[in-house]
Protein backbone atom coordinates (compact mmCIF):
# COMPACT_ATOMS: atom_id res chain seq x y z
CA UNK A 1 0.00 0.00 0.00
CA UNK A 2 1.53 3.39 -1.06
CA UNK A 3 1.41 6.34 1.51
CA UNK A 4 -0.95 7.95 -0.35
CA UNK A 5 -3.20 5.14 -0.63
CA UNK A 6 -3.10 4.39 3.48
CA UNK A 7 -3.50 8.32 4.12
CA UNK A 8 -7.00 8.31 2.06
CA UNK A 9 -7.66 4.76 3.53
CA UNK A 10 -7.58 6.01 7.00
CA UNK A 11 -8.92 9.58 6.34
CA UNK A 12 -12.23 7.36 4.98
CA UNK A 13 -12.14 4.41 8.03
CA UNK A 14 -12.65 7.47 10.48
CA UNK A 15 -15.07 9.06 8.72
CA UNK A 16 -18.23 6.96 10.42
CA UNK A 17 -16.95 8.69 13.92
CA UNK A 18 -17.86 12.28 12.58
CA UNK A 19 -21.52 11.13 13.57
CA UNK A 20 -19.96 11.22 17.51
CA UNK A 21 -17.58 14.01 16.74
CA UNK A 22 -19.93 16.56 15.92
CA UNK A 23 -22.32 16.17 19.27
CA UNK A 24 -19.82 15.40 21.22
CA UNK A 25 -17.84 18.54 20.05
CA UNK A 26 -21.05 20.78 19.96
CA UNK A 27 -21.66 20.00 24.04
CA UNK A 28 -18.49 20.94 24.29
CA UNK A 29 -19.07 24.10 23.19
CA UNK A 30 -22.44 24.73 24.97
CA UNK A 31 -21.12 23.11 28.31
CA UNK A 32 -17.69 25.27 28.09
CA UNK A 33 -19.72 28.71 27.49
CA UNK A 34 -22.26 27.45 30.55
CA UNK A 35 -19.18 27.18 32.69
CA UNK A 36 -18.09 30.66 31.96
CA UNK A 37 -15.40 30.53 29.55
CA UNK A 38 -15.87 33.18 26.85
CA UNK A 39 -15.48 31.76 22.81
CA UNK A 40 -11.70 32.40 22.77
CA UNK A 41 -10.86 30.77 26.38
CA UNK A 42 -13.12 27.68 24.62
CA UNK A 43 -11.28 27.40 21.29
CA UNK A 44 -7.94 27.81 23.25
CA UNK A 45 -9.02 24.93 26.20
CA UNK A 46 -10.01 22.79 22.81
CA UNK A 47 -7.24 23.58 20.47
CA UNK A 48 -4.13 22.84 23.11
CA UNK A 49 -5.97 20.07 25.33
CA UNK A 50 -7.72 18.15 22.26
CA UNK A 51 -8.75 15.45 24.32
CA UNK A 52 -12.70 15.48 24.87
CA UNK A 53 -13.11 13.22 27.99
CA UNK A 54 -10.50 15.30 30.05
CA UNK A 55 -11.77 18.73 29.00
CA UNK A 56 -15.27 17.79 30.16
CA UNK A 57 -13.94 15.95 33.43
CA UNK A 58 -12.08 19.53 34.27
CA UNK A 59 -14.90 21.73 32.99
CA UNK A 60 -17.59 19.46 35.09
CA UNK A 61 -15.10 19.95 38.25
CA UNK A 62 -14.87 23.71 38.05
CA UNK A 63 -18.52 23.87 38.00
CA UNK A 64 -18.69 22.23 41.23
CA UNK A 65 -16.37 24.73 42.91
CA UNK A 66 -13.73 21.73 42.86
CA UNK A 67 -10.22 22.76 43.41
CA UNK A 68 -8.13 23.89 40.90
CA UNK A 69 -5.23 21.05 41.45
CA UNK A 70 -8.11 18.69 41.71
CA UNK A 71 -9.61 19.26 38.44
CA UNK A 72 -6.01 19.50 36.68
CA UNK A 73 -5.35 16.16 38.56
CA UNK A 74 -8.17 14.14 37.00
CA UNK A 75 -7.66 15.46 34.32
CA UNK A 76 -4.85 14.21 33.80
CA UNK A 77 -5.22 11.05 35.00
CA UNK A 78 -8.30 10.82 32.54
CA UNK A 79 -5.76 11.71 29.69
CA UNK A 80 -3.25 9.25 30.95
CA UNK A 81 -4.71 6.57 28.73
CA UNK A 82 -3.13 8.40 26.12
CA UNK A 83 -0.08 6.73 27.37
CA UNK A 84 -1.16 3.56 26.92
CA UNK A 85 -2.33 4.50 23.58
CA UNK A 86 1.29 5.36 23.09
CA UNK A 87 3.00 2.29 24.02
CA UNK A 88 0.43 0.12 22.49
CA UNK A 89 1.38 2.27 19.25
CA UNK A 90 5.24 2.17 19.50
CA UNK A 91 5.79 -0.89 17.90
CA UNK A 92 4.16 0.42 14.66
CA UNK A 93 5.00 4.17 14.17
CA UNK A 94 7.97 4.24 17.42
CA UNK A 95 10.27 4.37 14.10
CA UNK A 96 9.22 7.95 12.82
CA UNK A 97 11.38 11.64 13.79
CA UNK A 98 11.19 12.60 16.99
CA UNK A 99 9.40 16.11 15.29
CA UNK A 100 6.45 13.51 13.92
CA UNK A 101 5.82 11.56 16.36
CA UNK A 102 5.27 14.45 18.57
CA UNK A 103 2.82 15.74 16.47
CA UNK A 104 1.08 12.63 16.74
CA UNK A 105 0.90 12.85 20.13
CA UNK A 106 -0.83 15.94 19.99
CA UNK A 107 -3.33 14.66 17.36
CA UNK A 108 -4.00 11.89 19.35
CA UNK A 109 -7.61 10.74 20.08
CA UNK A 110 -9.48 8.18 20.94
CA UNK A 111 -11.15 7.42 17.52
CA UNK A 112 -7.80 7.98 15.61
CA UNK A 113 -5.93 5.03 18.10
CA UNK A 114 -9.14 2.52 17.88
CA UNK A 115 -8.82 2.35 13.98
CA UNK A 116 -5.45 3.10 13.83
CA UNK A 117 -4.72 0.21 16.02
CA UNK A 118 -7.07 -2.38 15.01
CA UNK A 119 -6.16 -2.16 11.24
CA UNK A 120 -2.31 -2.08 12.04
CA UNK A 121 -3.23 -5.75 14.25
CA UNK A 122 -5.55 -7.24 10.84
CA UNK A 123 -3.03 -5.59 8.42
CA UNK A 124 0.93 -6.98 9.45
CA UNK A 125 1.96 -6.38 5.89
CA UNK A 126 1.49 -2.57 6.10
CA UNK A 127 4.99 -0.80 5.75
CA UNK A 128 6.29 1.59 8.23
CA UNK A 129 5.84 4.28 6.23
CA UNK A 130 1.98 3.22 5.54
CA UNK A 131 1.14 2.68 9.09
CA UNK A 132 2.21 6.79 9.72
CA UNK A 133 0.11 8.04 6.49
CA UNK A 134 -2.69 5.74 7.75
CA UNK A 135 -2.52 7.34 11.55
CA UNK A 136 -2.55 10.90 10.32
CA UNK A 137 -5.46 10.18 7.79
CA UNK A 138 -7.67 9.61 10.46
CA UNK A 139 -6.46 12.85 12.09
CA UNK A 140 -6.65 15.18 9.20
CA UNK A 141 -10.87 14.00 9.71
CA UNK A 142 -11.65 14.10 13.06
CA UNK A 143 -9.54 17.14 14.05
CA UNK A 144 -11.20 19.94 11.57
CA UNK A 145 -14.77 19.15 12.96
CA UNK A 146 -13.73 18.89 16.34
CA UNK A 147 -12.17 22.49 16.66
CA UNK A 148 -14.95 23.24 13.93
CA UNK A 149 -18.39 22.05 15.73
CA UNK A 150 -16.77 23.23 19.10
CA UNK A 151 -17.15 26.90 17.82
CA UNK A 152 -20.21 26.53 16.29
CA UNK A 153 -21.46 25.10 20.13
CA UNK A 154 -19.54 27.96 21.63
CA UNK A 155 -21.27 30.33 19.09
CA UNK A 156 -24.59 29.25 19.09
CA UNK A 157 -25.39 26.33 21.89
CA UNK A 158 -27.59 28.41 23.69
CA UNK A 159 -30.01 28.31 21.41
CA UNK A 160 -29.90 24.52 20.72
CA UNK A 161 -33.01 22.81 22.13
CA UNK A 162 -32.16 21.45 25.57
CA UNK A 163 -34.75 18.38 23.57
CA UNK A 164 -31.56 17.47 21.35
CA UNK A 165 -29.63 15.87 24.04
CA UNK A 166 -26.65 16.27 22.79
CA UNK A 167 -25.08 14.27 25.90
CA UNK A 168 -25.77 11.39 24.45
CA UNK A 169 -23.06 11.46 22.38
CA UNK A 170 -20.58 10.96 25.01
CA UNK A 171 -21.11 7.05 26.13
CA UNK A 172 -21.86 6.15 22.82
CA UNK A 173 -18.77 7.27 21.73
CA UNK A 174 -16.33 5.03 23.70
CA UNK A 175 -18.59 2.13 23.84
CA UNK A 176 -18.32 2.33 20.22
CA UNK A 177 -14.21 2.70 20.20
CA UNK A 178 -13.90 0.43 22.90
CA UNK A 179 -16.23 -2.56 22.38
CA UNK A 180 -14.62 -3.86 18.86
CA UNK A 181 -11.11 -3.61 21.10
CA UNK A 182 -12.28 -6.21 23.70
CA UNK A 183 -10.60 -9.29 22.27
CA UNK A 184 -9.62 -11.57 25.04
CA UNK A 185 -11.13 -11.96 28.30
CA UNK A 186 -8.41 -9.87 30.35
CA UNK A 187 -9.49 -7.10 27.71
CA UNK A 188 -13.41 -7.60 29.06
CA UNK A 189 -12.13 -8.53 32.67
CA UNK A 190 -10.72 -4.89 32.79
CA UNK A 191 -13.59 -3.68 31.18
CA UNK A 192 -16.13 -5.50 33.65
CA UNK A 193 -14.18 -4.16 36.69
CA UNK A 194 -13.10 -0.78 35.79
CA UNK A 195 -17.22 -0.40 34.86
CA UNK A 196 -18.43 -1.59 38.19
CA UNK A 197 -16.34 -0.01 40.40
CA UNK A 198 -16.71 3.13 38.50
CA UNK A 199 -20.40 2.90 39.29
CA UNK A 200 -19.59 1.51 43.41
CA UNK A 201 -17.04 4.12 43.72
CA UNK A 202 -19.66 7.25 42.15
CA UNK A 203 -20.76 8.63 45.61
CA UNK A 204 -16.72 10.20 45.71
CA UNK A 205 -16.50 13.64 45.68
CA UNK A 206 -15.16 15.57 42.94
CA UNK A 207 -15.48 12.34 40.04
CA UNK A 208 -12.02 10.40 42.08
CA UNK A 209 -13.81 7.31 42.08
CA UNK A 210 -13.42 7.31 38.48
CA UNK A 211 -9.63 7.28 39.12
CA UNK A 212 -10.07 4.36 41.63
CA UNK A 213 -11.82 2.41 38.96
CA UNK A 214 -9.31 2.75 36.36
CA UNK A 215 -6.94 1.66 38.89
CA UNK A 216 -9.16 -1.22 39.92
CA UNK A 217 -9.33 -2.14 36.17
CA UNK A 218 -5.73 -2.17 35.50
CA UNK A 219 -4.80 -4.05 38.72
CA UNK A 220 -8.06 -6.67 37.52
CA UNK A 221 -6.84 -7.13 33.72
CA UNK A 222 -2.69 -7.78 34.61
CA UNK A 223 -4.18 -10.56 37.04
CA UNK A 224 -6.22 -11.79 34.56
CA UNK A 225 -3.51 -11.68 31.53
CA UNK A 226 -0.84 -13.38 34.33
CA UNK A 227 -3.40 -16.03 34.69
CA UNK A 228 -3.93 -16.53 31.16
CA UNK A 229 -0.46 -17.01 30.72
CA UNK A 230 0.62 -19.37 33.86
CA UNK A 231 -2.05 -21.72 32.87
CA UNK A 232 -0.76 -21.93 29.14
CA UNK A 233 2.62 -22.32 30.09
CA UNK A 234 0.83 -25.12 32.39
CA UNK A 235 -0.72 -26.65 30.02
CA UNK A 236 2.05 -26.53 27.51
Avoid at 174 to 186: E, N, V, Y
Amino acid sequence: MTQARAFWQGYRDCAPFTLIVVPYSLLFGVVARDAGLDVLQTMSMSVLVIAGASQFTALALLQDQAPVFIALLTALAVNLRMAMYSAALVPHIGHARLSIRALMAYLMVDQAFAVAYRTYEDRPEMTPASKVAYYFGCMMLICPFWYGFTLVGALVGQAIPASFGLDFAVPICFIALTAPLLRSGPHIVTALVAGVSALAFAWVPWSLGLMVAALLGILAGGQAELFVKRRARASA
